[in-house]
């Protein structure tokens, strides 16, 4: 690839630019004139891709399948602080959500609540932070009791399981090849 190179999108069918390529260090983008197989860059300022979209020559469009992401483990109840962060949050997790293809965000029909669910603690709080430093929305997060997203052990098999003193109850479960 190369910098103003006119590439397909093969989700859309549109058109990119390729203007500025760059090498990823860190924080820091250093320009370069091309990328070769196998190696990793980055592109600014393009239309309409999305993460997880193929860019490819006019003349072959190969489609690559979607990467498969790990679904969400934890869930936190977020809620706006002032009437102002409430109507620019919208706008604000739906851009997030397109850069970030492993988080959910949904409303509980039990609780009314709005989820935000992501693989973990760290994760959640980190676009926590990242709607209050790019958007300037602030938010609050509150520990939900009833989670509806699965948690790990809830799929594992059940078995018997017999005490002295007790009568049989159902475990889960947790060993290595029985998942």
Same mark, same amino acid.
């Given at each position: 690839?190369?910098?103003? &190179? #006119?590439?397909v #999108?093969?989700?859309?069918?549109?058109?990119e630019?390729? =203007?500025?390529?760059?090498?990823? /260090?860190?924080?820091?983008?250093q320009?370069? =004139?091309? %990328?070769? !197989?196998?190696d990793?860059?980055?592109? !600014?300022?393009?239309?309409?891709?999305?993460?997880?979209?193929?860019?490819?020559?006019?003349? $072959?469009?190969?489609?690559?399948?979607?990467?498969q992401?790990?679904?969400?483990s934890? !869930?936190? !109840? @977020?809620?706006?602080?002032?009437?102002?962060?409430?109507? *620019?949050?919208?706008?604000?997790?739906?851009?997030?959500?397109?850069?970030?293809?492993?988080? *959910?965000?949904?409303?509980?029909?039990?609780?009314?609540?709005?989820?935000?669910?992501?693989?973990g603690?760290q994760? +959640?709080e980190?676009?926590?932070?990242? %709607?209050?430093? *790019?958007? $300037? +929305?602030?938010?609050?997060?509150?520990?939900?009791?009833? $989670?509806?997203?699965?948690?790990? /052990?809830a799929?594992?098999?059940?078995?018997? @399981?017999?005490?002295? #003193?007790?009568?049989?109850?159902?475990? $889960?479960?947790?060993?290595?090849? /029985? &998942?």
């Open positions: 690839m190369k910098n103003d &190179a #006119n590439l #999108n093969a989700r859309t069918g549109g058109t630019r390729l =203007a500025h390529i760059g090498a990823l /260090f860190g924080k820091v983008i320009p370069i =004139a091309e %990328l070769h !197989a196998g990793i860059g980055g592109v !600014a300022k393009l239309k309409e891709s999305l993460t997880g979209d193929t860019l490819d020559d006019k003349g $072959s469009l190969i489609t690559f399948p979607k990467v992401l790990p679904e969400p934890i !869930a936190y !109840a @977020v809620s706006a602080k002032t009437r102002n962060d409430e109507d *620019r949050m919208g706008n604000a997790v739906h851009k997030i959500l397109e850069e970030d293809l492993s988080l *959910r965000f949904y409303r509980d029909p039990q609780t009314k609540e709005f989820l935000l669910a992501g693989t603690q994760h +959640v980190i676009i926590t932070s990242r %709607l209050k430093k *790019r958007y $300037s +929305v602030d938010v609050e997060l509150q520990r939900t009791q009833d $989670s509806p997203i699965a948690k790990p /052990f799929a594992r098999p059940k078995c018997r @399981v017999a005490t002295r #003193n007790k009568p049989a109850a159902t475990a $889960s479960l947790a060993i290595a090849g /029985f &998942a």
